[in-house]
């Protein structure tokens, strides 16, 4: 019996890792030498450091000195989401972080911030943050306490939807807030700037892109102004991020940047098969008969990321339709793939308003850049047996 080649469509989980990417680990795991240490060997290292951080820079169109690499994007989060900011040589405190209800675990958290000094803000029924109560919140901030901070999600892991950046930015530093930007799922999916998010600190992830898993990185907008280091050491990343770091993985992520400026028109166009796939899962549930309900596109009526959907079919339970598809060679998910690894109810699409039954049912498909119509054709026979077997 010939088994058949699976196929991943869970790119927003962990996208695989790029041939360029394992080439750079292999070569920097095969060099000695600590990037702290002035010997020839310490300088190589720190030199693939340093063309990984410049690649990295290049990518996302910014300066390579206001790049700081750290274990992922979760540290990333709990490095930027700080009470304190250093200002050249004084501090500035933070008294309260406002957060999205559909943002990232490592960002609802709160980071360094107490559960008193958090408030969550609600969204609309299409995932986007709500400006008008958050322009609320802000105007009743209690300035003489400190300054506030907001954090945002540029594109949502589960629903792809996609947050007005630039209008949250302007209305955050209207009243002297601060701004961090989730950009984990938007790079290597959409083109954009630094600049007009209107950031003023954004955190990454490598292992999004096709870089190893393990290494994320922290771009602050102004070099003079940064959290307060979550790690202390030898001084490592400037003083931003103490303890050795992790040369072969950054010089992955590095790879992986250099790969994708290079390919990110072509990975865009991939990601068009996202809107075919939607209109066949809608016909597929109508032609099946009034035994099977239409989808629920979550996010759609939204600009999403173009490799996301997030759907459900009322009656068909995500945790039934995940194991038959993985039985089928389709590795799909029913959302984030941050917490235990079970099926259980999103507070992404809770926020939205979503009902039990549309929660129990969500499944996400994420796209990437090595799958192709193959992929996305045995995805839908295999939903056309779930759907034909719901209907029997």
């Not at 961090?180 to 600049?195: C, H, N, R, Y």
């Not at 809608?282 to 939204?302: L, M, S, Y």
């Not at 959907?309 to 793939?337: H, N, Q, R, W």
């Amino acid at each position: 019996m010939v088994q058949q080649a699976r196929h991943y469509l869970d790119y927003n989980a962990s996208a695989p890792l790029l041939d360029c990417a394992r080439e750079s680990m292999i070569k920097a795991m095969s060099d000695a030498g600590n990037a702290s240490s002035v010997h020839f060997e310490g300088r190589a290292a720190r030199k693939t450091i340093e063309k990984a951080r410049s690649s990295f820079a290049s990518f996302i169109d910014f300066k390579a000195t206001n790049v700081i690499f750290t274990s992922g994007a979760t540290e990333a989060a709990n490095h930027v989401l700080s009470p304190v900011i250093r200002a050249g040589g004084h501090e500035i405190k933070i008294s309260r972080l406002y957060l999205g209800a559909t943002e990232h675990p490592c960002v609802l958290q709160g980071g360094r911030f107490s559960k008193e000094q958090i408030e969550i803000l609600p969204t609309n029924h299409n995932g986007i943050l709500d400006i008008h109560a958050l322009e609320a919140a802000l105007e009743t901030h209690d300035a003489h306490a400190g300054q506030p901070m907001v954090a945002v999600q540029f594109a949502n892991n589960e629903t792809g939807v996609i947050q007005p950046v630039k209008k949250i930015a302007e209305v955050t530093h209207k009243y002297d807030g601060f701004l961090v930007v989730d950009t984990v799922q938007a790079l290597g999916k959409m083109p954009f700037s630094i600049e007009d998010t209107g950031a003023d600190f954004l955190i990454f992830s490598s292992h999004k892109i096709g870089g190893p898993q393990g290494v994320g990185a922290i771009v602050l907008r102004d070099a003079l102004l940064s959290p307060m280091p979550l790690l202390n050491g030898g001084g490592q990343e400037n003083y931003h991020r103490g303890g050795t770091e992790n040369i072969a993985a950054i010089a992955g992520f590095g790879a992986a940047c250099e790969w994708h400026k290079e390919n990110l028109t072509k990975n865009i166009k991939i990601f068009s098969l996202r809107d075919s796939i939607e209109e066949r899962l809608d016909t597929i549930c109508r032609e099946a008969g009034n035994e099977i309900a239409q989808p629920v596109f979550f996010g759609k009526a939204e600009n999403r990321l173009g490799n996301t959907s997030c759907f459900s079919v009322p009656g068909i339970k995500a945790e039934t339709a995940l194991m038959a598809l993985d039985l089928d060679g389709i590795s799909v998910s029913s959302g984030s793939a941050c917490s235990s690894g079970k099926v259980k109810k999103s507070h992404v699409l809770e926020a939205m308003g979503a009902s039990d039954e549309e929660m129990q049912g969500a499944v996400r498909l994420s796209l990437g850049w090595q799958e192709d119509n193959l992929g996305a054709e045995r995805f839908l026979a295999a939903w056309k047996t779930i759907v034909g077997r719901m209907a029997a």
